[in-house]
């Protein structure tokens, strides 16, 4: 399992989140939603210090992870993270 961010993602969270160099963005399983594995669950994000990392990704010294106890929400697949044009907004695939 990886996390995989485009350059557009990349620059969707330094404008949008103004992330800097050291700072660490957690995504999790949160209640309400959906998605293509469990059914009143989606993704979220945030800011976060990591306390158990699972899976992790550093890029320009900004570390996107997953917590140890939010690794069952991907069911084994990987998160590529995306901008959908046409909102402005993340988008998020599991392969």
Same mark, same amino acid.
């Given at each position: 399992?990886?996390?995989?961010? +485009? ?7 330094i404008?949008?989140? !103004?992330? !800097?160099? $050291?700072?660490? &963005? %957690?995504?999790?399983? %949160?209640?309400? $939603? ?5 059914? /009143?669950?989606? #993704? /979220?994000?945030? %800011?976060?210090?990591? &306390?158990? &990392? $699972?899976?992790? +990704? =550093? &890029?320009?010294?900004v ?6 106890? @939010? #690794?069952?929400f991907?069911?084994?697949?990987? #998160?590529? =993270? @995306?901008?959908?044009? +046409? ?9």
């Open positions: 399992m990886n996390i995989v961010l +485009t350059d557009e993602a990349l620059q969707w969270f404008n949008e989140m !103004e992330v !800097e160099s $050291g700072d660490t &963005i %957690r995504f999790y399983a %949160r209640y309400g $939603g959906s998605n293509p594995f469990h059914e /009143g669950f989606s #993704l /979220g994000m945030t %800011r976060e210090e990591p &306390i158990n &990392i $699972g899976v992790k +990704t =550093v &890029i320009d010294d570390t996107y992870y997953i917590d140890e106890k @939010d #690794l069952w991907f069911n084994d697949h990987s #998160l590529h =993270v @995306d901008v959908d044009a +046409t909102n402005d907004e993340l988008k998020y695939e599991y392969k």
